[in-house]
């Protein structure tokens, strides 16, 4: 029998070595030693589009940095960014199982102008949301950018995994918070 190892920054390293960037610095940490307001917006079992939006108080969009499309798997990098000020909140890398999507909620997600999250609450589409693991990230340069900070920084995010009522993963993400949330 074969194992297959599934890295701790999947999706997140794919991106990475399709675009030949190495991987920033990162450690698994344990969700009480990650400092608020950053324990509080990861470490839930709810889509992080309901809990940026209800944090901030205001509706978030999608900045795409990149993409794929290979047959019904989906894959992008963008930023989530506030509707009023453009400021951005959460860095994502997500792997999308499209077939397992009815069509009118595929070309919403091909759009690419809403966060998944909030295209699944708003068709109805039951699905849990379970984190596997909790992160310590060195910004390094392409965060940094992303997030336009100046030098590197501690991060944190999370690996998730959004399910469908079956139990099928609907999509893989890395989800990583800018410094300065509070």
Request: proline share 7%; glycine share 10%; with cysteine.
């Amino acid at each position: 029998m074969t194992s297959v190892l599934i890295s701790v920054l999947s999706p997140l390293d794919d991106f990475h070595r399709r675009h030949g960037r190495p991987l920033p610095a990162f450690e698994v940490v344990a969700p009480e030693a990650m400092p608020e307001p950053d324990r509080s917006l990861l470490v839930h079992d709810r889509d992080m589009t309901r809990t940026l939006e209800r944090h901030h108080g205001d509706t978030i969009h999608l900045r795409v940095l990149s993409r794929f499309h290979e047959g019904d798997l989906y894959g992008r990098e963008s930023i989530l960014q506030l509707d009023g000020t453009g400021r951005p909140v959460e860095f994502g890398a997500i792997r999308i199982h499209l077939d397992l999507f009815p069509e009118g909620s595929r070309r919403l997600i091909l759009e690419e102008h809403r966060p998944l999250g909030g295209i699944l609450n708003d068709s109805g589409i039951r699905y849990t949301s379970r984190p596997t693991a909790f992160l310590r990230i060195q910004s390094g340069p392409f965060l940094e950018q992303q997030f336009g900070i100046q030098g590197q920084c501690v991060l944190y995010g999370r690996q998730n995994a959004l399910r469908d009522a079956e139990g099928r993963v609907l999509a893989e993400i890395i989800e990583i918070l800018p410094p300065g949330r509070g």
